[in-house]
Structure formats: C-alpha cells, structure tokens
C-alpha cells in the first residue's frame, strides 16, 4: 500500500495550516468524510493528531475551512478568465458562464468533494452558513456580470435572472463532471451559453471566443 504521508519538514505557519487543508480534501476526495479522521489527516500531513488543535479548534473547523476553500477555489477558477477576457460585457458574460462548465471547475473530483460535503451541510448550521455564503459570493458574481450587460433591468430582475443562470450553470457543472464521456467535446459550454443567454435574451453563443478565452 502505498505511502501519501508528506515528508516531515519545517514549516511556516500558514503553510502546515494549508497542508491539513489539502490532507482533509485529499481524503475526503479519497473515502469520503468518514475517512478524514484527524489521525488520517495528521498522518497524511505528516504531523502529530496533536499538532492539528494548534491550528483549528476542532475537526469540525478543519472540515468547515476545508470545504470554503474548495468553494473558493471553483469561484476563483470560474472569474479568473476575466482578466484575459476583452471589455465587452455580453463577452465576458459569454466567457465567465462557459468557464463554470468546463475544467478545473468541471471535475469529477470536485463534484465528489462537494456531494461529500453536502451532508455536513444538511445537518450542520455553520456548515449550512459557509454553504450559503460561499453560494451567495459566486451567484453575486454572476448578477454583477448580468448587470453590466447593454440594457435596463430593475434589481429584482437581476436577482431572478441570477438565480436562474446560477441554476442552469450547476445543473451543466454536475452532467459534466461526473458524466464527461455523455457529451461531445464544447456540447455543455454551447448548451450552458443557449441557455443562460435565452434567459437574459442576449446572444451570448456568438460573444464567445474560446480561441480569447478558455478551451
């Protein structure tokens, strides 16, 4: 069987603090919550069980910062196409939705990070809250983008229209991670843009450039 404890080494603060991040993910990733025990995650991180309270109250904590970070990391991956993608906002629209369903974001390892999650989520109010915020942080995103588009809308408008793009983006997120194989090479991008641009009635399929952008 194999070895996955990290070398023992000195290190900074903030870094030993990111390595129980990436040995809680790791092993969420791996066997589900179940697996990430706190001798499993020091075993992985390559410190003592012990070691893991100087850095989090609890491994309810550990497993609450672990899965904001994988929140974080999927919205960050979504809005980093951004800095590349031209002023136009029905373009940048176009790009941001078609980077929500693609990879890094679209990832069979990620979907099972996050339907792993979902329990603690269910059940949990401040896993519940981290949810929520984490949710509200890429959908305010979205509406943000919506918002710049060329036309009038009032803020409730905005609002339902995020809501609805935000629901159409997941649903192609969660087909396309798990099932990749289902569908042609760009058939989720081109369905994700058909369908979030018939909501906002703009044509966001001839506004994107993936040459410009992302694959």
């Not at 800095?83 to 941001?96: E, G, H, I, K, Q």
């Not at 519940?128 to 918002?147: C, E, N, P, S």
């Amino acid at each position: 069987m194999p070895d996955h404890r990290r070398p023992y080494r000195r290190e900074t603060e903030e870094r030993r603090r990111e390595d129980l991040i990436a040995a809680a993910l790791d092993l969420v990733a791996e066997g589900g919550l179940h697996a990430a025990t706190v001798r499993a995650i020091a075993d992985r991180a390559g410190v003592t069980p012990g070691l893991i309270r100087h850095y989090f109250t609890s491994k309810e904590e550990l497993t609450r910062v672990a899965y904001r970070r994988l929140m974080q990391r999927m919205t960050s991956d979504s809005a980093a196409v951004l800095l590349d993608a031209p002023d136009d906002p029905v373009a940048r629209l176009a790009s941001f939705v078609a980077a929500s369903v693609s990879a890094p974001v679209a990832d069979p390892v990620a979907l099972g990070l996050w339907a792993a999650f979902l329990h603690d989520v269910r059940r949990d109010a401040s896993m519940r809250a981290v949810h929520t915020a984490m949710y509200l942080d890429f959908r305010d995103m979205l509406q943000g983008l919506i918002a710049a588009l060329p036309r009038v809308a009032s803020d409730a408008q905005l609002r339902t229209e995020a809501i609805a793009c935000n629901g159409v983006i997941d649903g192609l997120w969660m087909e396309g991670s798990i099932l990749a194989e289902a569908f042609a090479v760009g058939e989720i991008v081109a369905i994700a843009l058909s369908a979030t641009g018939s909501i906002l009635n703009v044509d966001l399929t001839s506004a994107y450039k993936p040459d410009r952008n992302i694959p």
